[in-house]
């Protein structure tokens, strides 16, 4: 099992860039991969960006592409999301998760952590 706590939410002006962690606790990091997700008010919960375990293959979702990076440093049991130019429509509550190799469900989530752009 694996707690995660984000962190480095805040406010920022459009077109400004932010950066989030996510904590993990246990020894076992390195062999989950990590994702993280957002979710805006009265909206479903959004995909952003996945990472697997050693770094190879990252994904994102279309609307980040080119403005967002996802990475980890597994000997610091830590994911992060670097966020630039960022637009307001992107104010949401982020999550991260970690899903075991073995299946396509993420089973452990974080509290999240509020990201808010203003116009």
């Known amino acids: 099992q694996v707690q995660l706590v984000e962190s480095g939410g805040g406010l920022v002006q459009a077109g400004g860039s932010l950066r989030l962690s996510c904590a993990a606790s246990?020894?076992?990091?390195?062999?989950?991969?990590m994702g993280w997700f957002r979710q805006a008010p009265g909206k479903e919960r959004e995909f952003v960006a996945s990472?697997?375990?050693?770094?190879?293959?990252?994904t994102y979702g279309d609307s980040v592409k080119g403005r967002f990076t996802i990475s980890r440093d597994n000997a610091k049991n830590t994911v992060y999301l670097q966020m630039n130019s960022l637009k307001p429509e992107e104010t949401a509550v982020y999550y991260c998760?970690?899903?075991?190799?073995?299946?396509?469900?993420?089973?452990?989530w974080g509290q999240g952590t509020q990201v808010t752009v203003s116009s």
């Open positions: 990472i697997n375990w050693s770094s190879v293959s990252t």
């Open positions: 998760a970690a899903r075991k190799m073995t299946t396509p469900r993420y089973d452990y």
């Open positions: 246990g020894r076992t990091f390195s062999t989950y991969s």
